[in-house]
């Protein structure tokens, strides 16, 4: 199954994250129609601007490995709540993903919500997927 394969690579690459400002740690992985895995881990910057969360991370190695689309994405932080993408996240996401792909949003316990782009995000801005 491949949420086994997403948890297990978001979990691994979360402890790799760099979050000295907020001690938060979040990992991401998605599958690409070909089957092809990425992973990114969320990078904080004393200029909170400049951070870059876990979910972009994963979706720019995606686009610099010539990948362009989405077909199921997990996120994973240290919370008892299942944890959403944030908003620029949920754009992003839609930006390479079809309305009905599905995003995993997950506990420290690895138990999770499915939910899909179109109940993320109803009115994103889009090319119409």
Known sequence: MNFEKLLKAAQEIKEKAYAPYSHFHVG????TPSGKMYSGCNVENT??????????NAIFQMVNDGQ???????????TDQFLPPCGACRQVIAEFAAKDTIIYMCNRHGQFKKTSVAEIIPFSFSLDK
């Open 28 to 31: 991401a992985a998605l599958l």
């Open 68 to 78: 362009q689309e989405i077909s199921e994405i997990l996120v994973i932080g240290n």
């Open 47 to 56: 200029s909170y601007g400049l951070t870059i969360c876990a979910e972009r």
